[in-house]
């Protein structure tokens, strides 16, 4: 488990982090959303044990990462910089990362490389900003990481490249209960990924919520009565958090259980019952309190 | 902070990654060492004596290659290794890595180190190997055979000792780099103050002392100061490497670079990663690169601007130029350390106001001399010997005729030594440090040697203006003094080194050489003149303002322009060591100088 606890980091005078409270459980995958200069990247940063904390602390699985080597060890990092030395190729860093990581996959390596077709032996430069990010993966991954931590991961990575690298992570999560951690500005890019929602703002933590909860909470239903039109015991009952109404089609989102819902709704004989899939942004929008809400500026 | 921090540890796989990436840099440090060391030498292995004294000199270190080479290599070397400390993405990629902040160091440091010393260590030992050069079978025709006996040759020694000299070289010059690198935030800038560190302890001594000359009355510049302050420079101003001394101050250059290592391993454990890419990693080296250039930019306009202008307006224009040069040193030192042009904001005013204060206490210690340095004079209680060493131009005077260049004695009678106490009073009082009026007769420090252990050394000059006539009285007495007489004549003008006296009479373009015996009978006979000699020094600035040459002559009995005589001594190797003229009233030498074969005409 990774646990940041009270983390503060002000720069010049700049509070980046105020009071940063984080807890990703082991195997399980974390989206942290933020807009541009939120303080995602500074996070990250303290994560990784590259720059120390004003006050606070980062722990992994119990030990303090700053100037850690055991538990730097245990870490894959993608950070949204991506750095490979001038002249070198991606069997470069192989080499020198194999002696580097204890826990390092050789055959993992040249899986993913031949999965994304690169050539080992070409220099990194030569790459584009796409297939850079592809090698940082393969070489994150290749380290066998208890603790993946990736800083905008997949930009600049094309739908087909996204897949191979969310379904190699999460195969990780499921096979040896990775810790994951990725920061984005855009909440659509960890739909169906993330098992947490982080969302910060300014250098504090708005809101933190568990996706499986939060989906199983809210449902979107459109329903129909006829003339009728919705039964007050309908209203009363299924706490409606919003109501849209379209000649005698009513737009429902309701924070329930799904089968307190069919049971409510489908006793009285609806016309028309279906329940739609909600994007995340309008389960957090709804959850916060419907679309004015602030926070759907930083999750839309 | 925990003791591990520091430890010594390093990785074989950082310091291996290293050598993969920045093997350039030590193959070009050989070829640069090959190329000015090792190449002359090849060509002309069997003609040593074409070479011989490049080779020494670049054996010495005391050649302009090398202190390029071994200033530019090691700064290189630092920027390469301390790239992970410079640029952003190379930062989070290394603090990343699973090693301690202590280890990324030492791995880096160390691999740089070697990737310095290597080709240093390979070259010397060419040089060990080219210690079968010899001279051609006609270089004593073509160079003579004084020359080819004296010229020396390579020893395989000399390699091993080059090496160990430039090594301490490099790594002294190496652990300023680091320093900083490990200050600063981008290659540029480490670049930058790792060559202006490198030569700040130059400038500031040199600085320093310009102030102190220019506004203490008696300042001595210790000008032995600037061979210590870097092993760059030492080689250039000092004796051969190999000698004791040497030895002893590149001891000291090492555990320095060793301690500036240490300060830096530090300082990078406090390092603000977040900084990489601004121009330093802490607040307080922006600080003190502003207050240096600050510093550096006051004293250049300050002199610059008495420079360009007559003397009358020189004072108020040093402090002009002064303030002007300082605020324009702030305010250039702000944009680079800010990299913005928009500095002119509060925090610099406070930085102005700060540079002020400090500026201020450093003229109130020298052109206020709040510490009384300019009045001090040693109880001649306390006084064990004074050491004298005079530049004579005096030949004008007429005390006596020598033309002299660092003559140097030790007096220990109390007559003697209250004789140089009473000219040190007569300085003290003209006061007038800046000599702005009348030519030089002769300068002279003065160093008391303390039977505390301490010293006190103050340079003064004597002029032909009529401020100086208490001192040039003083002056003068000095030459009656019998101690005085025995070490100026014994010590100095025939000093231990001089072998030879060519007697020269410019009249008729004769010359004698005098050698042996006779040189110890030249020697009685000048002596013997110098102490029947009677100096009246007349008040000659009362009577007359426009003080003209013939007016000095002390004695009517000499006339230092009538013989047209002069002697010059020489060492063993024709270097002269000084030069004597022949006074009217020097009848012993006259004398002997014409029984020689002389004629000694006016």
Redesign the interface.
């Not at chain 1, 380290?143 to 996204?162: F, S, T």
């Given at each position: 488990m990774i646990e940041i606890n009270g983390l503060c980091?002000s720069?010049d005078g700049y509070q980046a982090l105020n009071n940063m409270n984080i807890k990703v459980q082991s195997g399980s995958i974390y989206g942290l959303i933020g807009t541009n200069g939120a303080g995602k990247t500074t996070v990250i940063?303290h994560m990784?044990?590259?720059?120390k904390a004003d006050a606070g602390e980062v722990l992994f699985d119990g030990e303090n990462v700053w100037?850690?080597?055991?538990v730097?060890?245990r870490?894959g990092?993608i950070?949204d910089?991506?750095?490979f030395?001038?002249?070198?190729a991606p069997d470069?860093m192989r080499r020198?990362y194999s002696?580097?990581?204890r826990n390092w996959d050789d055959s993992k390596y040249r899986h993913i490389m031949d999965l994304f077709k690169l050539d080992p032996h070409k220099k990194v430069g030569t790459f584009s900003k796409g297939m850079k990010k592809q090698v940082a993966f393969a070489l994150a991954m290749a380290k066998n990481p208890d603790y993946l931590i990736l800083d905008e991961p997949i930009d600049g990575l094309d739908p087909i490249v996204r897949k191979i690298v969310w379904r190699l992570i999460v195969d990780d999560v499921a096979e040896k209960e990775m810790s994951v951690l990725v920061s984005s500005h855009n909440l659509k890019e960890m739909e169906g990924i993330c098992d947490y929602i982080g969302i910060v703002d300014h250098g504090e933590m708005k809101l933190e919520r568990e996706l499986d909860l939060l989906k199983g909470r809210i449902h979107k239903v459109q329903v129909s009565f006829g003339k009728d039109g919705l039964p007050p015991e309908i209203n009363d009952n299924l706490n409606i958090i919003h109501r849209d109404t379209r000649g005698s089609v009513e737009l429902l989102i309701i924070a329930n259980s799904m089968q307190t819902i069919e049971e409510t709704i489908g006793s009285r004989n609806p016309v028309l019952f279906d329940i739609l899939p909600l994007s995340l942004e309008e389960i957090f929008i709804y959850e916060l309190g419907g679309e004015s809400d602030e926070i759907s500026k930083l999750i839309l | 902070m925990r003791s591990a921090?520091l430890s010594c540890k390093t990785?074989?796989?950082?310091m291996?990654?290293n050598f993969?990436?920045f093997w350039p840099l030590p193959v070009i440090a050989f070829l640069y060492y090959f190329a000015t060391g090792i190449l002359p030498l090849i060509i002309s292995y069997n003609r040593l004596e074409v070479v011989i004294n490049y080779a020494q000199q670049y054996l010495g270190n005391a050649t302009v290659f090398l202190f390029i080479g071994n200033a530019l290599i090691p700064i290189c070397a630092a920027i390469s290794v301390l790239k992970f400390l410079h640029?952003?993405?190379?930062?989070?990629?290394a603090?990343?890595?699973?090693?301690?902040?202590a280890?990324l160091f030492n791995s880096a440091v160390l691999s740089g180190w070697i990737m310095t010393v290597v080709p240093i260590g390979v070259t010397g030992i060419l040089f060990s190997l080219m210690a079968g050069a010899s001279p051609s079978a006609d270089a004593a025709k073509n160079y003579g055979t004084e020359y080819i006996a004296q010229m020396g040759t390579i020893s395989p020694t000399d390699g091993l000792v080059w090496i160990l000299f430039t090594v301490i070289t490099v790594t002294f010059v190496y652990a300023i780099s680091i320093l900083a690198g490990v200050i600063t935030g981008t290659p540029v800038m480490n670049a930058l103050v790792a060559v202006f560190l490198n030569l700040i302890p130059l400038l500031m001594l040199w600085l320093t002392q310009l102030y102190l000359v220019m506004y203490l009355n008696g300042y001595t510049e210790n000008e032995i100061l600037y061979k210590y302050v870097s092993p760059l420079t030492y080689p250039l101003a000092a004796d051969t490497e190999g000698s004791a001394d040497s030895y002893r101050v590149f001891a000291v250059f090492l555990i320095a670079a060793l301690v500036l290592i240490f300060i830096s391993a530090l300082l990078y454990q406090k390092a603000?990663?977040?900084r990489v890419g601004e121009s330093t990693l802490f607040h307080f080296a922006g600080d003190l690169l502003t207050y240096l250039l600050a510093f550096i930019s006051m004293t250049a306009f300050a002199f610059i601007m008495t420079a360009i202008v007559d003397e009358d307006h020189a004072s108020v224009l040093f402090y002009v130029g002064a303030v002007t040069g300082a605020l324009i040193g702030l305010v250039i030192a702000r944009m680079i350390v800010e990299r913005t042009p928009r500095v002119f904001d509060k925090a610099t005013l406070k930085r102005v106001i700060i540079y002020g204060i400090i500026a201020a206490a450093f003229f109130c210690l020298t052109a206020f001399d709040f510490t009384g340095y300019e009045k001090r004079i040693p109880e001649a209680d306390n006084v064990a010997s004074v050491y004298l060493d005079i530049n004579d131009y005096t030949s004008q005077t007429g005390i006596v005729s020598v033309y002299s260049n660092g003559s140097s004695m030790r007096l220990k009678t109390p007559e003697a030594i209250a004789l140089v106490q009473d000219l040190h009073q007569a300085e003290i009082k003209t006061n007038d440090n800046n000599s702005k009026s009348g030519s030089t007769v002769a300068q002279i420090t003065i160093k008391y040697a303390l039977k505390s252990g301490g010293t006190i050394s103050r340079t003064y000059e004597i002029n032909d203006s009529e401020k100086y006539a208490a001192a040039l009285r003083e002056y003068a007495k000095l030459y009656t003094n019998k101690e005085f007489i025995a070490r100026y004549y014994g010590d100095t003008i025939f000093n231990p080194s001089v072998i030879k006296a060519t007697a020269i009479n410019y009249a008729n373009s004769e010359s004698i050489d005098i050698k042996g015996k006779r040189l110890q009978d030249l020697q009685k006979a000048m002596m013997s003149d110098a102490r029947s000699r009677t100096y009246n020094i007349k008040d000659i600035w009362s009577n007359d303002k426009s003080v003209t040459t013939d007016k000095y002559a002390i004695d009517k009995s000499i006339d230092p322009n009538e013989y047209q005589v002069e002697i010059d001594m020489y060492d063993a190797k024709e270097n002269t060591q000084l030069s004597v003229n022949v006074l009217v009233g020097d009848d012993n030498t006259v004398k002997l100088l014409e029984s020689y074969g002389l004629t000694v005409s006016k």
């Amino acid at each position: 488990m990774i646990e940041i606890n009270g983390l503060c980091k002000s720069f010049d005078g700049y509070q980046a982090l105020n009071n940063m409270n984080i807890k990703v459980q082991s195997g399980s995958i974390y989206g942290l959303i933020g807009t541009n200069g939120a303080g995602k990247t500074t996070v990250i940063r303290h994560m990784a044990g590259i720059i120390k904390a004003d006050a606070g602390e980062v722990l992994f699985d119990g030990e303090n990462v700053w100037d850690n080597e055991g538990v730097k060890q245990r870490i894959g990092l993608i950070p949204d910089e991506l750095y490979f030395p001038n002249n070198s190729a991606p069997d470069d860093m192989r080499r020198f990362y194999s002696s580097v990581y204890r826990n390092w996959d050789d055959s993992k390596y040249r899986h993913i490389m031949d999965l994304f077709k690169l050539d080992p032996h070409k220099k990194v430069g030569t790459f584009s900003k796409g297939m850079k990010k592809q090698v940082a993966f393969a070489l994150a991954m290749a380290k066998n990481p208890d603790y993946l931590i990736l800083d905008e991961p997949i930009d600049g990575l094309d739908p087909i490249v996204r897949k191979i690298v969310w379904r190699l992570i999460v195969d990780d999560v499921a096979e040896k209960e990775m810790s994951v951690l990725v920061s984005s500005h855009n909440l659509k890019e960890m739909e169906g990924i993330c098992d947490y929602i982080g969302i910060v703002d300014h250098g504090e933590m708005k809101l933190e919520r568990e996706l499986d909860l939060l989906k199983g909470r809210i449902h979107k239903v459109q329903v129909s009565f006829g003339k009728d039109g919705l039964p007050p015991e309908i209203n009363d009952n299924l706490n409606i958090i919003h109501r849209d109404t379209r000649g005698s089609v009513e737009l429902l989102i309701i924070a329930n259980s799904m089968q307190t819902i069919e049971e409510t709704i489908g006793s009285r004989n609806p016309v028309l019952f279906d329940i739609l899939p909600l994007s995340l942004e309008e389960i957090f929008i709804y959850e916060l309190g419907g679309e004015s809400d602030e926070i759907s500026k930083l999750i839309l | 902070m925990r003791s591990a921090n520091l430890s010594c540890k390093t990785s074989a796989a950082l310091m291996k990654e290293n050598f993969r990436q920045f093997w350039p840099l030590p193959v070009i440090a050989f070829l640069y060492y090959f190329a000015t060391g090792i190449l002359p030498l090849i060509i002309s292995y069997n003609r040593l004596e074409v070479v011989i004294n490049y080779a020494q000199q670049y054996l010495g270190n005391a050649t302009v290659f090398l202190f390029i080479g071994n200033a530019l290599i090691p700064i290189c070397a630092a920027i390469s290794v301390l790239k992970f400390l410079h640029i952003p993405s190379a930062s989070t990629a290394a603090h990343s890595l699973p090693f301690s902040r202590a280890k990324l160091f030492n791995s880096a440091v160390l691999s740089g180190w070697i990737m310095t010393v290597v080709p240093i260590g390979v070259t010397g030992i060419l040089f060990s190997l080219m210690a079968g050069a010899s001279p051609s079978a006609d270089a004593a025709k073509n160079y003579g055979t004084e020359y080819i006996a004296q010229m020396g040759t390579i020893s395989p020694t000399d390699g091993l000792v080059w090496i160990l000299f430039t090594v301490i070289t490099v790594t002294f010059v190496y652990a300023i780099s680091i320093l900083a690198g490990v200050i600063t935030g981008t290659p540029v800038m480490n670049a930058l103050v790792a060559v202006f560190l490198n030569l700040i302890p130059l400038l500031m001594l040199w600085l320093t002392q310009l102030y102190l000359v220019m506004y203490l009355n008696g300042y001595t510049e210790n000008e032995i100061l600037y061979k210590y302050v870097s092993p760059l420079t030492y080689p250039l101003a000092a004796d051969t490497e190999g000698s004791a001394d040497s030895y002893r101050v590149f001891a000291v250059f090492l555990i320095a670079a060793l301690v500036l290592i240490f300060i830096s391993a530090l300082l990078y454990q406090k390092a603000k990663v977040e900084r990489v890419g601004e121009s330093t990693l802490f607040h307080f080296a922006g600080d003190l690169l502003t207050y240096l250039l600050a510093f550096i930019s006051m004293t250049a306009f300050a002199f610059i601007m008495t420079a360009i202008v007559d003397e009358d307006h020189a004072s108020v224009l040093f402090y002009v130029g002064a303030v002007t040069g300082a605020l324009i040193g702030l305010v250039i030192a702000r944009m680079i350390v800010e990299r913005t042009p928009r500095v002119f904001d509060k925090a610099t005013l406070k930085r102005v106001i700060i540079y002020g204060i400090i500026a201020a206490a450093f003229f109130c210690l020298t052109a206020f001399d709040f510490t009384g340095y300019e009045k001090r004079i040693p109880e001649a209680d306390n006084v064990a010997s004074v050491y004298l060493d005079i530049n004579d131009y005096t030949s004008q005077t007429g005390i006596v005729s020598v033309y002299s260049n660092g003559s140097s004695m030790r007096l220990k009678t109390p007559e003697a030594i209250a004789l140089v106490q009473d000219l040190h009073q007569a300085e003290i009082k003209t006061n007038d440090n800046n000599s702005k009026s009348g030519s030089t007769v002769a300068q002279i420090t003065i160093k008391y040697a303390l039977k505390s252990g301490g010293t006190i050394s103050r340079t003064y000059e004597i002029n032909d203006s009529e401020k100086y006539a208490a001192a040039l009285r003083e002056y003068a007495k000095l030459y009656t003094n019998k101690e005085f007489i025995a070490r100026y004549y014994g010590d100095t003008i025939f000093n231990p080194s001089v072998i030879k006296a060519t007697a020269i009479n410019y009249a008729n373009s004769e010359s004698i050489d005098i050698k042996g015996k006779r040189l110890q009978d030249l020697q009685k006979a000048m002596m013997s003149d110098a102490r029947s000699r009677t100096y009246n020094i007349k008040d000659i600035w009362s009577n007359d303002k426009s003080v003209t040459t013939d007016k000095y002559a002390i004695d009517k009995s000499i006339d230092p322009n009538e013989y047209q005589v002069e002697i010059d001594m020489y060492d063993a190797k024709e270097n002269t060591q000084l030069s004597v003229n022949v006074l009217v009233g020097d009848d012993n030498t006259v004398k002997l100088l014409e029984s020689y074969g002389l004629t000694v005409s006016k």
